[in-house]
T-cell receptor
Framework: NAGVTQTPKFQVLKTGQSMTLQCAQDMNHNSMYWYRQDPGMGLRLIYYSASEGTTDKGEVPNGYNVSRLNKREFSLRLESAAPSQTSVYFC????????????FGPGTRLTVT | SQQGEEDPQALSIQEGENATMNCSYKTSINNLQWYRQNSGRGLVHLILIRSNEREKHSGRLRVTLDTSKKSSSLLITASRAADTASYFCATAMQGGSEKLVFGKGTKLTVNP
C-alpha cells in the first residue's frame, strides 16, 4: 500500500497563476484533509472532507478550493496564487475524523514568486 | 488560532538521555495525539490518549494527560540520534467537527 500520495512534490508559480495539488489515499479512509505548514508554525487546516461528497472550511480557507473527487482523491486548487501562499502543503486521511489517527502524505513544497 | 502549545520550542540533549515535551491546550478535548515530523517529511502518528485516560505507553514513549490542567506531556526515554525531529501535539475538541488542531511543535535534537 502506498498510503497517502501527493503530486507534485515541488512547484514554483508566478503570482496569479493557478494550479491543483493532487492527493490520493489507498486505505479506504472516509476523512481527508489539506493543511499548510509555514516555518516555525504547526499545521493549519485549510479544508477537510468528512466523507465523499462533503467538504468543509478549516482555519485558513481563503484563496483555496477543494474537490473530493471520490473516496480516494481530494484535490486542492489555487485559482490565483499569491506570495502569501508560499508554503508546504500536506494532505492527510483518517478512518473517521477526530477519533482516529491521521496519515500524512510527503508534502508539496510550493513557492509563489 | 492554535489550540495546543508545545513547550519548549526547542530541546537539545545527548543520546541516552530522556526528553520531555509538554503541550497545553485551552478547551475541553475528546482526545490528544502526538505526531513526529522528520525534516522535510510528512507527520507520523505516535500515540493517541483519550480524555478519560491519564497515561499511555508505547515502546520508549510515555504520554500523560491532565485534563484538570489542560496539559499533556510526551516523554521519550533513552533517546537516540534517530529521534531527532519535531514533535507536535494535536487536539480533538469535544463537540467539534471532524478535525484536529495542531500546536507549533517542539524541535528535538539528540546529539550522538
Amino acid at each position: 500500500n502506498a498510503g497517502v500520495t501527493q503530486t507534485p512534490k515541488f512547484q514554483v508559480l508566478k503570482t496569479g497563476q493557478s494550479m491543483t495539488l493532487q492527493c490520493a489515499q489507498d486505505m479506504n479512509h472516509n476523512s481527508m484533509y489539506w493543511y499548510r505548514q509555514d516555518p516555525g508554525m504547526g499545521l493549519r487546516l485549510i479544508y477537510y472532507s468528512a466523507s465523499e461528497g462533503t467538504t468543509d472550511k478549516g482555519e485558513v480557507p481563503n484563496g483555496y478550493n477543494v474537490s473530493r473527487l471520490n473516496k480516494r482523491e481530494f484535490s486542492l486548487r489555487l485559482e490565483s496564487a499569491a506570495p502569501s501562499q508560499t508554503s508546504v502543503y500536506f494532505c492527510a486521511s483518517s478512518e473517521r475524523g477526530r477519533q482516529y489517527e491521521q496519515y500524512f502524505g510527503p508534502g508539496t513544497r510550493l513557492t509563489v514568486t | 488560532s492554535q489550540q495546543g502549545e508545545e513547550d519548549p520550542q526547542a530541546l537539545s540533549i545527548q543520546e541516552g538521555e530522556n526528553a520531555t515535551m509538554n503541550c497545553s491546550y485551552k478547551t475541553s478535548i475528546n482526545n490528544l495525539q502526538w505526531y513526529r515530523q522528520n525534516s522535510g517529511r510528512g507527520l507520523v502518528h505516535l500515540i493517541l490518549i483519550r480524555s478519560n485516560e491519564r497515561e499511555k505507553h508505547s515502546g520508549r514513549l510515555r504520554v500523560t494527560l491532565d485534563t484538570s490542567k489542560k496539559s499533556s506531556s510526551l516523554l521519550i526515554t533513552a533517546s537516540r540520534a534517530a529521534d531527532t525531529a519535531s514533535y507536535f501535539c494535536a487536539t480533538a475538541m469535544q463537540g467539534g467537527s471532524e478535525k484536529l488542531v495542531f500546536g507549533k511543535g517542539t524541535k528535538l535534537t539528540v546529539n550522538p
